[in-house]
């Protein structure tokens, strides 16, 4: 017999070796329409519902076990991934000298962009070019968003991610630009892709970022350096939203696609997330 004592989970019976459960993050990306109450299957015992009709037959053994292969390939990319966001260390790593500092100076260099192998002066005036072809002054907007968006959106957002992770510990740090801190993060963009935003075209931006940590007052010394290769950047509604009555989750959703569809917002969450994982890692190592 199959049993779960915990609401929003099915577990299944091992049939014909397969064995494998659904957690509620699965369960909220199922589609409402095709599900059916709790029922038996003759000489399997029972599947806790809700649950797609088509698990609920006896006979769909290898439906099942596609299932079940395509569920084992889904935490295989999602292995990839996490191992893909992981900070690689040429030197410095533990972040020893860290320790008991309570502000880092950061800084942000942009000078070694690419798009995708191509510099970014050569792709932002080719850009500038074919959008005011095809509308006047579109072009020029796009080129004054590509350093706009710097200030006014990339770093705030990282410095803003890696103070949240932090934020509350008694020995907490936080990034702070502009002061006289003994060490500085220097936050290098290298290679991106800015993804696209479509409605029916999405795909995350991706950005390699260097991070290099050296005195403050002598820049030349570089105390740790390490690289963070293609991290995600995409704009999504807040997780949870589409469980909130009364329309809002919706409202959520449609802002969230909207801005989605600039590039700018896709590369500002790739910064967000660096952020976080460098701040993550300095919990771990060094408070």
């Given at each position: 017999?199959i049993?779960?004592?915990?609401a929003g989970?099915?577990?299944?019976?091992?049939?014909e070796?397969v064995?494998?459960?659904l957690?509620?993050?699965?369960?909220?990306?199922?589609?409402?329409?095709g599900y059916a109450?709790v029922?038996?299957?003759p000489?399997?015992?029972?599947?806790q519902?809700?649950?797609?009709?088509?698990?609920?037959?006896?006979?769909?053994?290898?439906?099942?076990k596609?299932?079940?292969?395509?569920?084992?390939?889904a935490?295989?990319?999602?292995?990839s991934?996490?191992q893909?966001?992981?900070?690689k260390w040429?030197t410095g790593?533990?972040?020893a000298?860290?320790?008991?500092?309570?502000v880092i100076?950061?800084?942000y260099?942009?000078?070694?962009?690419?798009v995708k192998g191509?510099?970014q002066d050569e792709?932002?005036?080719?850009?500038?070019?074919?959008?005011?072809?095809d509308e006047?002054g579109k072009?020029d907007?796009?080129?004054?968003e590509?350093?706009?968006?710097?200030?006014k959106?990339?770093?705030p957002h990282?410095e803003?991610e890696f103070?949240?992770?932090l934020?509350?510990?008694?020995d907490s740090?936080i990034?702070?630009?502009?002061n006289?801190?003994p060490?500085?993060?220097i936050?290098?963009?290298?290679?991106?892709?800015?993804g696209?935003g479509?409605?029916l075209?999405k795909?995350?931006?991706?950005?390699?970022?260097?991070?290099t940590?050296?005195?403050?007052?002598?820049?030349?010394k570089?105390l740790a350096?390490g690289?963070?290769?293609?991290?995600?950047?995409?704009?999504?509604?807040?997780?949870?939203?589409?469980?909130?009555?009364?329309?809002?989750?919706t409202?959520?959703?449609?802002t969230?696609?909207?801005?989605?569809?600039?590039?700018s917002n896709r590369i500002?969450e790739?910064?967000?997330?660096?952020?976080?994982?460098l701040?993550?890692?300095?919990?771990?190592?060094v408070l």
């Open positions: 017999m049993s779960s004592g915990f989970w099915q577990i299944y019976k091992n049939i070796g064995n494998f459960s957690s509620n993050s699965f369960r909220s990306a199922l589609p409402l329409s109450p029922r038996k299957i000489e399997e015992g029972y599947i519902s809700p649950v797609p009709r088509i698990f609920l037959h006896h006979k769909n053994r290898l439906v099942m596609q299932f079940a292969s395509l569920l084992a390939a935490l295989l990319l999602c292995g991934y996490a893909a966001q992981k900070i040429e790593e533990g972040l000298f860290l320790k008991d500092q309570k100076n950061i800084s260099d942009y000078s070694s962009v690419t191509q510099n792709y932002v005036q080719q850009q500038q070019d074919e959008l005011n072809k006047a072009g907007e796009f080129r004054n590509w350093t706009a968006a710097r200030e959106k990339y770093q990282f803003k103070n949240k992770v934020k509350g510990k008694s740090v990034v702070k630009e502009g006289d801190a060490y500085t993060i936050i290098a963009a290298n290679d991106m892709d800015l696209k479509k409605m075209i795909k995350p931006a991706l950005v390699n970022f260097t991070i940590i050296v005195a403050t007052n002598d820049p030349s570089v350096k690289t963070l290769q293609k991290v995600e950047g995409e704009v999504n509604a807040p997780k949870g939203s589409g469980w909130i009555p009364g329309g809002a989750g409202v959520m959703a449609t969230a696609t909207v801005q989605n569809r600039q590039y500002a790739a910064y967000e997330k660096a952020g976080g994982i701040a993550k890692y300095i919990k771990k190592e």
